[in-house]
């Protein structure tokens, strides 16, 4: 009887199914170290290596290099994951080339035949597109903005896929504020609506819709693993931009480590580089492992964004705001100057020290110069004070007082509201009070929550409605907004309300009362009013508030780069238009490495004036 010969090389998953694993047959040490130093690997013995699940597939055509190819044995899953990339590698690149041979396997004809008689949702022509092109590749990115029914197009995939007998589960991973449109949908888009769970324990083997958020993941990796390998799945990474940090990101390791045991993976977000090209290469690592990182950093490496634009466009799928026929919203920047005492109080916290400060040297240098505090000074230096609680509004008098002579610079600072107002409050409560006349609602963004229930006070004749983090009854807060006609103002933070929520039937107008570095999480927010349905001719305001010679204008030029990088990445005009603020007269934080010099740089300046 012949017998079969040992494997020379054995290749799988490690534990976490975030790395690869190779195993050596007796003979082979030396071609195993050779080989795992090609992919930068270690070694974990004589005849074990391990590699990272990226870097392994970056790199896979080193294995040309083995000595013994026919002895190589694949785990059956990491050989479908490796094919399933290198087939949709291949297809984008006959694409890019003009193939003719590498027509759509899907055509937008074609989707409405190819959903199953369970599917009734009505779709649009764009969403028809975005479907096919989906369906084209094994796994897919929908970058498209808010409101063009990324949820639906997600779910009109995975239907196609179900009649067609390659999936029968879906686990969806999303912000909490997306729970409701994904079950929404799930009953309006099937006949027998889909059976759907939240994760809250063990899953349901009987859930067809699973979903579960991001906060959660790391702890229910165990439980999600069992689900998605008990039926053929498909993973759906809804807002993927939560995981842009990847593997070195805790929803980023939880999702890569999910990524290999789903039959097919899709990734939706409007946002999908708010910092630049690694979140980009983050999340097409994500659903294409190794070849979604090579790719991105080779289209961005010559800085010819309109290559790498059309290098990376057949991998993506994103409908415009262009092609949603909006409006285009109009945005403007308006500058506003500090009043005497708030600049002294900046200056100091920036480091220059005028006579007066001096005295009080001692006590902001133990403030610090963090960016979080320099915001808090730009909007008013007062925030940087211990309230009673997190949540006392500033004290503002109608009446200012007369700043008292002799008084130390950190004493005044603590009673700053008693003699100078915030001209950023001031702005905010003349543009609310103008639109409140016109019978128009306004959305003010304020970063920090002493800024939300100071605003609150200081608008109270408007019967504000107010969202945060701490917020009870978050729902009756929008409600008020969305319903009270006397309700002329709602006051949030986009950390709390840039996801999930549309407010475009009835408030045209928002200010921003401060923005960060979060590129992605300004142009979510923007969407809360801004996005389909529209009614035609509908303007929409965005005003941006910012104190001259702050780290507003940091922030400013900040945002400026990476929208414009975004813009031209993704070939969409109305992003790159965002990057330039037009600058209108006054009528009266995600950083990264290049935000840190920035910041740090206008500092430095600030001293030395």
Known sequence: MEQTAEPSLRIGFDVTRTKAVLRAGEGFNSALTRLTARFGGGMRGSLVAEITLDDFLASIEELGSWPAPEGVVWEDDLAELVGGTLDDADTA????????????????????????????????GFQRRDISQLLSLRHGANFSVPGAGKTRVALSVYAALRARGEVRRLLVVSPKSAYEAWQFESETCFNTPLRTAVLSGTPDPGTELLIVNYERLDRSLGALASWLKAAPAMLILDEAHRMKLGSQGIYGAAC???????????????TPAPNGARDLENLLSFVWPGHGRRIVSQAVAGGDLAYASSVLRPLYTRTTKHELGLPPAVTKIRYVDMPSLHREVYDALA???????????????????????????ATSPALLTQGTSPYEPLAYRLEALEIPAGESLHDLMRDLPSYESSPKYEEVLRIVAANAAAGRKTLVWASFVRSLTTLELMLKDFLPAVVHGGTPDREEQIRQFREDPDCAVLISNPATLGEGISLHQVCHDAVYVDRDFQAGRFLQSLDRIHR????????????????????????????????DFMGRILDDPAVQQLADLQEEPSSVAGMDSSDVRAFLEHLDAAAAR
């Open 93 to 124: 690149q006959r694409h890019l080339s003009g193939d003719a041979s590498a027509g759509p396997a899907v055509t937008p004809d074609d989707v409405p035949h190819l959903l199953g008689e369970d599917w009734q949702g009505p779709l649009t």
């Open 256 to 270: 890569m480590a999910l990524g290999p045991l789903s039959r097919r993976r899709l990734i939706l977000t409007g």
């Open 351 to 377: 480091g220059r020290y005028s006579a007066r400060a001096e005295a009080s040297r001692s006590d902001f240098d133990a403030l610090g110069k963090s960016m979080l505090r320099m915001l808090m000074a």
């Open 532 to 563: 389909l349905g529209l009614a035609p001719g509908t303007e929409t305001r965005v005003t941006v508030l910012a104190c001259r010679d702050t780290v507003d204008e940091v922030v400013a030029k900040r945002l400026e780069l990476k929208l």
